[in-house]
């Protein structure tokens, strides 16, 4: 009984250790919350980064099947140029051109765009020269024609146009 008394009396510890050990788990403390409110934020800028990345993704991943209908409206376009005019007011060639424009109308509201080219100067970042062309009285790099349509999706090139160039 003598010896345990000892041990309570040497395990009390004076109030002045014990407002030094409460500061010292106070510090701890402090530290532990401000390292896992850091984690906390890291991760949460984490998954807001992912969900940006993921949404990059999928905005951008029907392009392929983006650049087929390309080149069915592209043979739209070319059929359109070889129809007579008299024919143009026909039911049937004018349902065929619906169809062209529908097809457009997907697209545009896949945010898709025509890059636009006519009479503008050339610039490498949109379009692709596939013949350079003499003609007097117009200044050297002003696209004369469009052989084949350029598109941007949401603001990047899809496809270059193909143009013709004054030299």
Same mark, same amino acid.
């Given at each position: ?5 000892? #041990? ?7 109030? *002045?250790?014990?407002? *030094?050990?409460?500061?010292?788990? *106070? ?9 896992? *409110?850091?984690?906390?934020? #890291? ?28 080149? /069915?409206? #592209? ?13 143009? =007011? ?10 062209? =424009?529908?097809?457009? #109308? ?14 503008? =100067?050339?610039? $490498? ?10 003609? $007097?009285?117009?200044?050297?790099? =002003? /696209? ?24």
């Amino acid at each position: 009984m003598e010896k345990e008394k000892k #041990d309570k009396k040497d395990k009390k510890l004076s109030l *002045q250790e014990v407002k *030094q050990k409460l500061k010292e788990y *106070q510090k701890l403390k402090d530290e532990y919350l401000a390292g896992w *409110q850091r984690e906390r934020a #890291d991760f949460l800028n984490y998954k807001k980064g992912e969900m940006e990345r993921v949404g990059e993704i999928i905005k951008y991943a029907d392009t392929g099947l983006v650049l087929k209908f390309l080149s /069915i409206l #592209d043979n739209f376009y070319l059929a359109e140029k070889k129809i007579p005019e008299k024919l143009k =007011t026909s039911k049937n060639v004018k349902g065929l051109l619906q169809i062209k =424009t529908q097809i457009e #109308d997907i697209l545009k509201s896949q945010g898709i765009e025509e890059i636009e080219c006519k009479d503008k =100067t050339f610039n $490498p970042n949109f379009q692709e020269i596939v013949e350079a062309v003499e003609k $007097p009285g117009v200044a050297s790099g =002003t /696209i004369i024609e469009e052989v084949q349509k350029g598109y941007k999706i949401h603001g990047k090139i899809l496809r270059p146009a193909k143009v013709k160039v004054v030299k």
